[in-house]
Nanobody, 128 residues
Framework: VQLQASGGGLVQAGGSLRLSCLTSVTSGRTSSSYTVAWFRQAPGKEREFVAAIRRGGGSTHYGDSVKGRFTISRDNAKNTVYLQMNSLKPEDTATYYC???????????????????WGQGTQVTVSS
């Protein structure tokens, strides 16, 4: 599985960005067979859970700091997971990574080591 994150950039506080995570699956599975999550990491800080969309039913889960502002979704036909980020704040500034895992259980959905595959990251900078 290969993941390619894109869509980052520089935006003013209050603005919006949409990140994309293209999932390339070479095994017999489809991209919808994987739980896909977004994490972020700012300089000097630990990697933080942002949002996840589970395989199969596609239930969504969010970190407390982004609830009500960010929305995760997936387009299975395009093998892509999106992160719509609205009402951005300077504290949202970080490198955003998408990750995928086939066996992620609900209790581990916000834990980075639960995911087997990672994209390269895309930088989001929010100016005040």
């Amino acid at each position: 599985v290969q993941l390619q994150a894109s869509g980052g950039g520089l935006v003013q506080a209050g603005g919006s960005l949409r990140l994309s995570c293209l999932t390339s699956v070479t095994s017999g599975r489809t991209s919808s067979s994987y739980t896909v999550a977004w994490f972020r990491q700012a300089p000097g800080k630990e990697r933080e859970f942002v949002a996840a969309i589970r395989r199969g039913g596609g239930s969504t889960h969010y970190g407390d700091s982004v609830k009500g502002r960010f929305t995760i979704s997936r387009d299975n036909a395009k093998n892509t997971v999106y992160l719509q980020m609205n009402s951005l704040k300077p504290e949202d500034t970080a490198t955003y990574y998408c990750a995928a895992g086939a066996g992620v259980i609900l209790s581990s959905i916000g834990i980075p080591r639960a995911y087997d595959y990672w994209g390269q990251g895309t930088q989001v900078t929010v100016s005040s």
